[in-house]
């Protein structure tokens, strides 16, 4: 029902993404852990540059 992906965006600092899913209600929800990184992958366009 649920999958985490940990991502490191630097010899200090990571983030997870934690995905739960109750229902597959769409196609792509079936894989749980597919979903997360996709999701892991929209959070890492959005951060901002480091220092």
Same mark, same amino acid.
């Not at 995905?19 to 996709?38: N, S």
């Not at 992958?41 to 540059?49: F, S």
């Given at each position: 029902?649920? #999958?985490?992906?940990?991502?490191?965006?630097?010899? %200090?600092?990571?983030?997870? %993404?934690?995905? %739960?899913?109750?229902?597959?209600?769409?196609?792509?929800?079936?894989?749980? #852990?597919?979903?997360?990184?996709?999701?892991?992958?929209?959070?890492? %366009?959005?951060?901002?540059?480091?220092?």
């Amino acid at each position: 029902m649920s #999958c985490g992906v940990y991502v490191g965006v630097s010899d %200090t600092q990571a983030f997870l %993404t934690a995905v %739960t899913i109750l229902r597959d209600v769409k196609p792509e929800y079936k894989d749980r #852990c597919a979903f997360a990184e996709k999701i892991a992958g929209m959070v890492l %366009t959005n951060l901002p540059p480091g220092s």
